[in-house]
């Protein structure tokens, strides 16, 4: 475990494998919710990166810390963590780094409800995704270009970038994404007033969502069908 290897780092007091192991470690208790403990850990690492002058490290940390930032509800801090990550990892010439650093800011952009500036970062993290052969980078990023054009009301571009992602989801197996691509898929034709679409696609994302065991996916999807249901006045 995390624990137990960051036990074995310390008493070799070696500053970049206890940093390491204290990310893995901010890691999971960020996951499981728990934002304080994770930003003290997250800033634990970072310090200990910079002691040893690991600047790949630093950057993943600076990264990390601006994710965390968004979760606590500050998106100023978090565009300001993912500038400065995407400078550091373009400085070590890392263009997966930097891509999930854009991924980054445009998640915040969207939060931020400024559609432009999420579009524009989501492309940058879309081209390096196509560039480098990422195919699940790719799938995600087109999907959450979808995100911005449904939000827009542009529908057809919405379902456009939406497919092209599925399909990528598809072809690797990515059964969880799939899932989750079907349910946008259904929300824009419900929105768009295809109610018929709307209820295909949510049905696909029901049958997965179930299949996999995902209860907030299961109600998420039956919730997209009760408005279907009711704006078909059944």
């Not at 999971?28 to 990166?49: D, H, P």
């Not at 979808?146 to 599925?166: F, N, P, T």
């Given at each position: 475990?995390?624990?137990?290897?960051?036990?074995?780092?310390?008493?070799?007091?070696?500053?970049?494998?206890?940093?390491?192991s204290?990310?893995?470690?901010?890691?999971?208790?960020?996951?499981?919710?728990?934002?304080?403990?994770?930003?003290?850990?997250?800033?634990?690492?970072?310090?200990l990166?910079?002691?040893?002058?690991?600047?790949?490290?630093?950057?993943?940390?600076?990264?990390?810390?601006?994710?965390?930032?968004?979760?606590?509800?500050?998106?100023?801090?978090?565009?300001?963590?993912?500038?400065?990550?995407?400078?550091?990892?373009?400085?070590?010439?890392?263009?997966?780094?930097?891509?999930?650093?854009?991924?980054?800011?445009?998640?915040?952009h969207?939060?931020?409800?400024?559609?432009?500036?999420?579009?524009?970062?989501?492309?940058?993290?879309?081209?390096?995704?196509?560039?480098?052969?990422?195919?699940?980078?790719?799938?995600?990023a087109?999907?959450?270009?979808?995100?911005?054009?449904?939000?827009?009301?542009?529908?057809?571009?919405?379902?456009?970038?939406?497919?092209?992602?599925?399909?990528?989801?598809?072809?690797?197996?990515?059964?969880?994404?799939?899932?989750d691509?079907?349910?946008?898929?259904?929300?824009?034709?419900?929105?768009?007033?295809?109610?018929?679409?709307?209820?295909?696609?949510?049905?696909?994302?029901?049958?997965?969502?179930?299949?996999?065991?995902?209860?907030?996916g299961?109600?998420?999807?039956?919730?997209?069908?009760?408005?279907?249901?009711?704006?078909?006045?059944?």
């Amino acid at each position: 475990s995390y624990r137990r290897s960051l036990a074995i780092r310390e008493a070799l007091g070696a500053p970049a494998p206890v940093a390491q192991s204290l990310n893995g470690i901010a890691n999971t208790v960020y996951y499981l919710g728990k934002y304080g403990e994770a930003k003290a850990l997250y800033e634990r690492s970072l310090s200990l990166m910079l002691q040893a002058k690991d600047r790949a490290g630093a950057a993943i940390a600076v990264n990390n810390l601006a994710e965390l930032s968004n979760s606590l509800g500050d998106p100023a801090n978090a565009l300001r963590g993912f500038r400065e990550s995407l400078a550091m990892f373009a400085e070590l010439g890392d263009e997966s780094g930097a891509g999930s650093s854009w991924i980054g800011q445009g998640n915040t952009h969207l939060l931020l409800g400024d559609y432009a500036s999420a579009a524009a970062a989501y492309t940058r993290s879309l081209a390096m995704a196509e560039r480098r052969g990422e195919r699940l980078n790719t799938a995600n990023a087109l999907n959450n270009l979808g995100v911005v054009s449904r939000k827009l009301g542009a529908w057809d571009e919405a379902l456009s970038y939406y497919a092209r992602s599925l399909e990528i989801k598809e072809t690797l197996g990515n059964r969880a994404g799939v899932a989750d691509t079907l349910h946008n898929m259904g929300l824009v034709f419900r929105q768009r007033g295809d109610l018929d679409q709307a209820m295909e696609h949510y049905e696909r994302s029901l049958a997965i969502t179930r299949e996999l065991g995902d209860p907030a996916g299961v109600a998420g999807v039956l919730a997209g069908m009760a408005n279907v249901h009711y704006e078909r006045g059944e």
